[in-house]
C-alpha cells in the first residue's frame, strides 16, 4: 500500500476535534523514516531532558519487546505498563535516555508521544421537546425490522469509550438493573492525566449520550430512550476527565480492556491527530482481528478545514467510519468530516442519523438535543451490535464476523442524493436490509461477502464535486495511486484485473494476485497513464475476483485523458503540514484548477530524493511551507539536533537551482521564521532562498484575516490580477535580477526571478505567505480578494511555465573573441535585447528566422562577465481593454577574450516607396546594411534633419520615412549613416528621382503664357 511507498510518519500539531485556525489552517508534522532502519521518533516528544516524560514504545513483535525491557529497566526506564493486544510499552523516562538506548534495537517500530485526544465538537440543547427523537432514527435506519426479527442486540456487547456511562439512566437499564456490565476509569495519572478520577461515572455526559443512542433500552423514555440495540449489554470505559482530553495512552489501553471484556463492538465518538500508523492504528486492527468491530465518528471539521479533515482514528481503514446525516438519510450534515485519509483511502465508510434528542445526566431532566457525528457513531454500533447478535446466534465469530458486518452495512446502504463516497462513505445505514443479506447467505450455508471502497473513481462530496484522485481528467504519463479497502467474511486469494478499456489507458504496478484475510485489507491502486494512451472519454471497471473466480467487488472509473500541458509536483518530503499540504488538503481547489488547465500533478515523498533524474520529469516544484519544523534527534547518542523537517541537502538546493537555470519553476514560501512547531526552520529556508537571490524575513502581517495587497500592474504573472491575500513575512531582495510582484506597505512579500537557459527559461517565486493558492482564496473567502485574482494568479503561472521552454538562449559553454549568430527563442514579443558589460549596455538586433525563432548576431567587445537580456511583452484583452504585460528575461555569461572589429557597414537602398514618387509624396526607404558584427543604429539626414531607421526584424531592413520634397523638387538626396556594434560607421549618399507633375504643370502653364506673348507681340508688329 501506499504506506510502504511514502514511508513517512505524519502528526497533527492540534487534535481536529479542538483545531483553531490562525487563520484556517490546520498544523501537521511529519517525520521521515530511513528505510525502517531507525524507529519514528514522534516530533511532538517534549525536548525537555530535566523531567521524565510518558512516552509509547511499539515494537514491530512481541519478542522485540520482551528483549527490550530488561535493557530498559537496567537502564533506570520505569515500565509504565506492558500492552498484550499489540506489542507497546508505556514508558516514564527521558527522551534522551530512551532514544539512545533504541537506536540499538533493530525491532523497534516507534517512539510516540502521548497525545492528546478530543472529543468532535458537537451542539447540546435542554428543549425536552426536541424532534425527532433516538427512536425515531432507530427506525429510520431499520432497527425496529430486525427487533421484529427476535434479535435486539441482547447476544451483544458494545463498548463505550467515552466521557463514561451514568449507569444509573432509567434508559439504561433493563427490567431495572443497569446495562453496564464492566466499566473502568483510565482517568489515572500513570496513563498522562493530571489527577487520579477512578470514577467512571460519567460527568460529562457525552458517553451516556452516546451509550443511549447505541443501547438505550427506552424504560425511562420509550421515544427518546430507545436506543438502535436495546438488549445489547454495555462496557463503560472512561478515558475522559471532567474537562479536556484524553490520552493516547489511556485510549489504547481501553481499546486493550474493552477486548478482555468481551466487547463484540467498540465505539469511540472521539478525534485526534491524523498520521499515517501509530499505537491506534495496530491496536484497532488488532482489535478487529480479536472479532471485534469497531465503530468511530468521523468529526465535525467538514464545514472548516474541509477535506482531509478525518483524523485519527476514524481514519484507520480497520474501523467503521460514520459520517453525520439527518434522520432519514436524505441530507448530509455540513459539517462532518470528509476524506480522503493521509493514507489515500476513502472515509467515511457509512452515514448514520444525527441531530436526534438523546438521554443525557443529571440534572439536564435526563436528556437533550444533540448535534454531531458522536451521535451518528452509536447508530452505526447498535446495528453492528444488531447483526452480531445474529451471527452469534449462527456460531459466526472472530474476523470473519467483522468482515461479514462491515460489509453488510456497506453494501446495503442506501444512497444519499448525488453525494460522493468522500463525504457519506457507501450510504444512510439499513441494518434491515443489512440483517436479511446475512440471513440469506447464512440460511444458504455459505457467509461469503465482501466489498471494496472506493466503489467508483473518481469520488469526492456530490457527483458534481468530486476531486478524487483527480476530478475529472488525467493525463498520458502521470502517475496515479490511491488505496482501496477490500472487505472480506473470509480469507482468499485475490486476482485484479482491469477490462479492455482500462487496459489501453493504464500500465499497472501494483499486486495483480495478492492474499487477504477476513476483515479489511489495504490494497494499493498504482499505475501510470500510458503515453500512448488513447485521447478523450473514458469509463472502464477493475475487478477483484476471489480463488474461486467470484467477484468480491468492482471500482468504475470514469475520467477523460488528455496530453499534459504541464508536470507538477507538490513537495510533500520539505513540509510539516501533513496532510494539509497535499494536492487533497489546503490545496483541493488549486489542484481542480490545475487539472482544469492541463496540469498533471504528482506529489514528492520524503522516501524519494530530488535529484537531477527526478526533477527532469517536472516542469514546476510546488514547496508548499518549506521546511517547516519538528524536532530531530541523534539517534546515535540520544540528543537532540535541532529544527528540521527533511531540510533541503546541499545536493537538493544544488540540483534545484540547476534546473531552474535551465528551465524547471520552482514555487516555494515561508510564512514564520521560527524554531517552534510548524513555523519555517529560518536557517534552512534561506539557504535556498539565497541561492536564488532573496531571504525571508521577519513577520510584518499576522491579523486574524490576511490583507489584500496589490500587485505590481503590467508583469505577465499579474495579467488580470488585482490583489492577493497575504499574512506573513517580509522578504529582503539580495539581487537585482530579483522582482518584487507585490508588497505589504513597504515590504516585498512575492518575488520572482527569470533565469534565460540553454533549454527554457526558469522561474523561482518567492512568497512570504501561504495563503494565496489555499482553498479560501481560491474560492473568495478571504476579505477583499476576489477568487478570481488568485485564479489568474495561478493562471498567469501556469501560462508562463508551459510557454518557458519555447523560451531560451542558446549560448556556447565558452565564449570567446569572435561573432557569434545565436538562437533566441520566444513565444512573447521581443521589444529589446541587449547586453550589458563592462563599458554599458550593447543593443543587439535579433532576426527572425520562423515563429518564434530569432537570430541575434553578437560579438564579445570586452572580457569579463556580461548580462543578455531580452525585455518582451504580450498583448491581452482584459475587462474589454487592450493592455500589454511585460518579462524580462537575462543570462550571465563569462567571455574570455573580445572581438576586434575596424570593419564599416556597407549600405544598399533596397526599395523606395512609393516607385516613382512626386514631389508631394512622403518616401519610405527600406535600407539593407551589412556589417561582421551587427548594426546598432541607421540615421537618414535629409535637408539638415536627421531620421532614425526602425529595424524590422522580420526581414533584417532598416525603414526610414522622409517627408516630400515639396513643390520645385526634382530630386531627393539623403545622406544614410550607419553604426556598428563597435562603433564603425558607413556612410552612403543616396538619390532618389521625382517626377513632380505639379512642377512640371506650372512650368508648363507659365511656357505657354509666354509663347502667347511672344505670338501676341509678333502679331501687333
Not at 465518528?297 to 446525516?325: H, L, R
Not at 533566441?824 to 550593447?842: A, H, K
Amino acid at each position: 500500500m501506499l504506506l510502504s511507498l511514502l514511508l513517512i510518519t505524519m502528526f497533527l500539531s492540534t487534535p481536529l476535534a479542538a483545531t483553531t485556525r490562525v487563520p484556517m489552517r490546520t498544523k501537521v508534522k511529519i517525520n521521515s523514516l530511513s528505510e525502517h532502519t531507525e524507529p519514528v521518533i514522534d516530533p511532538l516528544i517534549s525536548i525537555d531532558d530535566n523531567n521524565p516524560q510518558l512516552l509509547l514504545v511499539m515494537f514491530k513483535d512481541f519478542k522485540s519487546m520482551k528483549q527490550f525491557e530488561k535493557t530498559a529497566r537496567a537502564n533506570g526506564i520505569d515500565i509504565v505498563e506492558e500492552y498484550w493486544l499489540i506489542p507497546l510499552l508505556l514508558v516514564k523516562t527521558k527522551p534522551r535516555n530512551l532514544i539512545h538506548i533504541a537506536a540499538s534495537f533493530t525491532g523497534i517500530h516507534g517512539i510516540y508521544a502521548n497525545r492528546e485526544f478530543f472529543l468532535p465538537k458537537y451542539v447540546i440543547g435542554n428543549n425536552k421537546e426536541f424532534k425527532p427523537t433516538t427512536k425515531e432514527s432507530a427506525q429510520s435506519i431499520g432497527a425496529d425490522y430486525v427487533w421484529d426479527q427476535g434479535y435486539d442486540g441482547s447476544g451483544a456487547k458494545i463498548a463505550i469509550i467515552d466521557t463514561g456511562i451514568y449507569k444509573d439512566h432509567p434508559d439504561l437499564k433493563k427490567n431495572g438493573a443497569t446495562k453496564v456490565i464492566a466499566e473502568k476509569s483510565f482517568v489515572l495519572q500513570k496513563y498522562g492525566y493530571d489527577q487520579n478520577d477512578p470514577d467512571p461515572t460519567d460527568k460529562v455526559g457525552h458517553g451516556t449520550g452516546v451509550a443511549g443512542v447505541a443501547a438505550g433500552t427506552g424504560e425511562g423514555d420509550p421515544d427518546v430512550g430507545l436506543g438502535v440495540a436495546p438488549g445489547a449489554l454495555l462496557i463503560n470505559a472512561r478515558v475522559f476527565p471532567a474537562t479536556g482530553g484524553a490520552t493516547l495512552a489511556a485510549i489504547t489501553a481501553a481499546i486493550q480492556w474493552s477486548v478482555s471484556q468481551g466487547a463484540d463492538v467498540i465505539n469511540m465518538s472521539l478525534g485526534g491527530g491524523t498520521w499515517y500508523v501509530d499505537p491506534l492504528y495496530y491496536a484497532i486492527k488488532a482489535a478487529a482481528e480479536h472479532g471485534v468491530v469497531v465503530v468511530v465518528a468521523a468529526g465535525n471539521e467538514g464545514d472548516t478545514i474541509g477535506s482531509m479533515s478525518v483524523g485519527s482514528p476514524g481514519d484507520v481503514e480497520f474501523a467503521i467510519t460514520v459520517a453525520a446525516t439527518n434522520v432519514g438519510g436524505t441530507a448530509v450534515k455540513s459539517y462532518s468530516s470528509y476524506g480522503p485519509t493521509v493514507r489515500f483511502s476513502v472515509k467515511p465508510d457509512i452515514s448514520a442519523p444525527s441531530g436526534t434528542a438523546i438521554i443525557w445526566i443529571p440534572p439536564a431532566n435526563y436528556q437533550a438535543s444533540a448535534e454531531g457525528t458522536s451521535f451518528s457513531s452509536p447508530h452505526v454500533a447498535g446495528a453492528a451490535a444488531l447483526l452480531a447478535d445474529y451471527l452469534g446466534s449462527q456460531g459466526i465469530s472472530g474476523a470473519a464476523r467483522v468482515g461479514a458486518i462491515k460489509a453488510a452495512l456497506m453494501k446495503t446502504a442506501k444512497h444519499i442524493g448525488s453525494y460522493g463516497e468522500l463525504k457519506v462513505g457507501a450510504g444512510y445505514v439499513q441494518v434491515n436490509d443489512a440483517f436479511d443479506l446475512l440471513k440469506s447467505l447464512v440460511d444458504s450455508g455459505s457467509l461469503k461477502l465482501s466489498t471494496v471502497s472506493p466503489s467508483s473513481i473518481p469520488t469526492g462530496i456530490s457527483s458534481s464535486k468530486t476531486y478524487f484522485p483527480f476530478k475529472e481528467k488525467i493525463f498520458r504519463g502521470m502517475k496515479l495511486e490511491f488505496n482501496v479497502s477490500i472487505i472480506t467474511s473470509y480469507s482468499t486469494q485475490v486476482t485484479v484485473s482491469l477490462d479492455s478499456e482500462l487496459s489501453q489507458v493504464f500500465e499497472p504496478h501494483y499486486e495483480e494476485i495478492f492474499n487477504v484475510t477476513a476483515g479489511t485489507t489495504i490494497w494499493e491502486f498504482n499505475a501510470t497513464v500510458k503515453s500512448d494512451a488513447p485521447l478523450g472519454s473514458h469509463e472502464g471497471v477493475l475487478t477483484f475476483r476471489d480463488a474461486d473466480n467470484n467477484v468480491i467487488g468492482t471500482i468504475r472509473f470514469k475520467f477523460v485523458v488528455e496530453k499534459p500541458i504541464l508536470f507538477w509536483a507538490f513537495d510533500i518530503k520539505h513540509t510539516g503540514w501533513v496532510p494539509t499540504d497535499f494536492r487533497w488538503g489546503q490545496f483541493n481547489e488549486f489542484s481542480i484548477l490545475l487539472e482544469s488547465l492541463g496540469v498533471a500533478i504528482e506529489h514528492i515523498y520524503p522516501s524519494q530524493v530530488i535529484n537531477e533524474n527526478l526533477l527532469s520529469r517536472y516542469d514546476v516544484l510546488f514547496a508548499p511551507d518549506t521546511a517547516s519544523y519538528y524536532a530531530k534527534y541523534d539517534m546515535s547518542t540520544g540528543n537532540y539536533i535541532g529544527p528540521a523537517l527533511t531540510p533541503f541537502s546541499d545536493s537538493e538546493i544544488s540540483n534545484i537551482t540547476a534546473w531552474v537555470e535551465n528551465g524547471g519553476v520552482f514555487i516555494f514560501n515561508a510564512m514564520n521564521l521560527s524554531t517552534v512547531e510548524a513555523t519555517n526552520d529560518p536557517t534552512n529556508v534561506n539557504k535556498l532562498a539565497q541561492a536564488f537571490g532573496f531571504k525571508f524575513g521577519e513577520v510584518v502581517y499576522s491579523e486574524s484575516q490576511p490583507a489584500a495587497i496589490d500587485v505590481i500592474p503590467n508583469h505577465i504573472l499579474t495579467k488580470g490580477v488585482d490583489v492577493i491575500p497575504f499574512y506573513g513575512v517580509e522578504i529582503n531582495v539580495l539581487s537585482d535580477a530579483v522582482i518584487t510582484i507585490a508588497k505589504y506597505e513597504n515590504y516585498p512579500v512575492v518575488v520572482a526571478r527569470f533565469y534565460l537557459g540553454n533549454s527554457g527559461t526558469g522561474m523561482v517565486l518567492g512568497l512570504g505567505t501561504n495563503f494565496v493558492f489555499d482553498n479560501w482564496a481560491m474560492t473568495g473567502g478571504y476579505s477583499g480578494v476576489p477568487y478570481v485574482s488568485v485564479q489568474n494568479f495561478t493562471r498567469n503561472i501556469v501560462e508562463f511555465a508551459n510557454k518557458s521552454k519555447e523560451l531560451k538562449l542558446v549560448l556556447p559553454d565558452k565564449i570567446s573573441g569572435q561573432v557569434y549568430s545565436l538562437d533566441f527563442y520566444s513565444p512573447y514579443t521581443i521589444n529589446r535585447t541587449v547586453v550589458e558589460d563592462s563599458e554599458g549596455e550593447l543593443r543587439l538586433i535579433p532576426r527572425k528566422i520562423n515563429d518564434d525563432h530569432y537570430l541575434v548576431r553578437y560579438a564579445p567587445r570586452v572580457t569579463g562577465t556580461q548580462v543578455f537580456k531580452a525585455q518582451l511583452f504580450e498583448e491581452a484583452i482584459v475587462k474589454g481593454e487592450t493592455k500589454y504585460y511585460s518579462l524580462t528575461v537575462t543570462r550571465t555569461f563569462k567571455v574570455d577574450s573580445a572581438y576586434s572589429d575596424t570593419t564599416k557597414p556597407e549600405i544598399t537602398v533596397v526599395s523606395v516607396t512609393p516607385s516613382s514618387p512626386n514631389e508631394f509624396d512622403s518616401i519610405k526607404l527600406a535600407i539593407n546594411v551589412t556589417d561582421d558584427t551587427w548594426v546598432i543604429d541607421v540615421k537618414v539626414n535629409y535637408k539638415g534633419n536627421n531620421y532614425t531607421a526602425e529595424y524590422n526584424m522580420n526581414d533584417g531592413l532598416w525603414y526610414v520615412e522622409i517627408p516630400a520634397a515639396g513643390i520645385g523638387s526634382f530630386s531627393v538626396s539623403v545622406n544614410i549613416v550607419a553604426k556598428d556594434a563597435f562603433g564603425n560607421t558607413g556612410k552612403l549618399n543616396y538619390s532618389v528621382g521625382l517626377t513632380p507633375i505639379y512642377t512640371i504643370s506650372i512650368v508648363g502653364i507659365i511656357a505657354i503664357i509666354a509663347i502667347i506673348g511672344v505670338i501676341i507681340k509678333i502679331k501687333r508688329k
